[in-house]
């Protein structure tokens, strides 16, 4: 067991009062992970001030140096791959398989970023006068204030830190208290690579308090959040009063759609991994499986018989499918809505309960759930739940089908699995969300792709890819006159 420490100003430190929280196993509660520091707004005042100061010379360095820092950066997480993906499975229970993954996004994150160092495009345009030139840049914004889950430790700080360093930001990083070692790794790397110190700050402690702090704090120019919908309304609120730039990653409540024509083997992969992958917390997570009543019966005979062979269990175990929920809370939220679901009337054809046997008796295990003869009105068809809940919706049509994916107040993913050209091509179109796989699961987003959703799951901004670029810097138009005379534009030529 480690005593893990903030990192502000250039130093690692306890936080000013001293106290500290707990990091545990869910797999095994007996064992702490680490102590860390239960950070206040004082700690988050010191750590704005020291990447303020870090601001002017990190603005000043050319973006393709600060892409070769990033580009070290990748080279050591793929040194320490494994060594992070256990430590990630330690704190927040994913299985391995999926830890590596996550530590992989970070990877390709950090390369991508390096290469974006040498483009960070602006445009030109010809101007309306004569000797004179049109161009825009991309200007670093300030201090970067980045929340994260815990559900991708690892890819999701890197998706927001990664983006707003290249471009010339100086961060304060307040990841969440259920996965405070796998962010402690990240800034550790970020040093080892050459970042400057001031330029990067971690303040570890509790969203109402830390949170709180730097998303009020006048210093901060720009908030990255990606978590609940209603603490994204919060921030959304406070970031709205003092106009800060604001973007928010929120919740889901994804469906796969599987038509009559469908692959049926190949659509049950698709929903095993995407409802039971990460335990169903991840917010891209299948939690709704809309199946055309041709091939319900026949399709829910094959998956209940495949989830009942899922094997649950400590996922450092290389064979082990689904890990436990994170904390007991967690836990405890999918309980209420097995409940609810019950109660609204729908059929429970397996799992419904936790799992407390041999290995998985000191852990936080729920066995993969999955309820049938759901209606889109009923609770567990509309509200996330972030845990192994599966509720099957009945439809006749592709229409049905769309119309039903699309009555949610949600907007992150989406899938359909279907061997008709037209079908795919309709649902393209039609499917209300940031994110469309066909005839994949709705889990599995690229670090180089747009990454985000519609509606209520965020505000229009995206993550990944080129678009988090522009997110993370402002954009300068500027006008150059070497006429050697007063030019007025609109007046001169008409
Ligand atoms: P959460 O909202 O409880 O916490 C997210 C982060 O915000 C944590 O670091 C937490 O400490 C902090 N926080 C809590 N209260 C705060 C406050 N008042 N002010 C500022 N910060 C505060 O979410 P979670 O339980 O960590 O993660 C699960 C949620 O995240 C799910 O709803 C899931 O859908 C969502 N999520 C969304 C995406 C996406 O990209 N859309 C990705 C992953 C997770």
Known sequence: ?????????????????????????????????????????????????????????????????????????GDIMVDRKEEIARLMTREMGKIIHETRGDVQEGIDTAYYAASEGRRLLGHNAPSELENKMNLSFRMPIGVAGIITPWNFPMAIPTWKIFPALVCGNTIVFKPASDTPATA????????????????????????????????????????????????????????????????????????????????????????????????????????????????????????????????????????????????????????KYVKIGKKEGGTLVCGGEQMNDGECSKGFFYKPTIFTGITPDMTIAQEEIFGPVLSV????????????????????????YTQDVNSAFKA????????????????????????????????GHREGGWEVYEFFSETKAVYVDFSGKLQRAQIDNY
């Not at 402690?205 to 720009?222: F, H, L, P, R, S």
């Not at 083997?265 to 929903?271: D, F, T």
């Not at 179109?429 to 180089?448: C, F, S, V």
């Open 393 to 416: 919706l009945k439809i006749k049509s592709l229409e049905e089908a769309i119309e039903v994916l699309n009555g949610t107040i949600y907007g992150l993913s989406s899938s359909i």
């Open 428 to 459: 393209i179109r039609d499917i209300e969300a940031g994110i469309t796989y066909i005839n994949g699961p709705t889990i599995g987003a690229e670090a180089h792709m747009p990454f985000g959703g519609v509606k209520a799951t965020g505000n």
């Open 184 to 335: 402690t790794e990240l800034v550790k790397i970020l040093l080892e690579a050459g970042l400057p110190p001031n330029v990067i700050n971690i303040v570890h402690g509790g969203g109402g308090k830390v949170g709180t702090a730097i998303v009020n704090n006048t210093d901060v120019d720009v908030i990255s959040f990606t978590g609940s919908s209603e603490v994204g309304q919060t921030i959304a609120e406070a970031g709205g009063r003092q106009l800060k730039r604001v973007s928010l990653e929120l919740g889901g409540k994804n469906a796969q759609i599987v038509m009559d024509d469908a692959n049926l083997e190949l659509a049950i992969e698709g929903v095993l991994w995407g409802a039971f992958g990460t335990t169903g917390q991840r917010c891209t997570a299948t939690s709704r499986l809309i199946l055309h009543e041709d091939i319900h019966d026949k399709f829910m005979e094959m998956l209940v018989a495949h989830t009942k062979n899922l094997k649950i269990g400590n996922g450092l175990n290389e064979d082990v499918n689904v890990g436990p929920c994170v904390n007991e809370g967690q836990r405890e939220i999918v309980e």
């Open 1 to 73: 067991m480690e005593n893990y420490q903030n990192f502000i100003n250039g130093k690692w430190q306890d936080c000013k009062s001293g106290k500290t929280f707990e990091n545990r196993n869910p797999a095994d509660w007996d064992e702490v992970v680490g102590i860390f520091p239960k950070s206040d707004k004082e700690d988050v005042e010191m750590a704005v001030k020291s990447a303020r100061e870090g601001f002017n010379d990190w603005r000043l360095t050319p973006a393709p140096k600060r892409g070769d820092i990033l580009k070290k950066v």
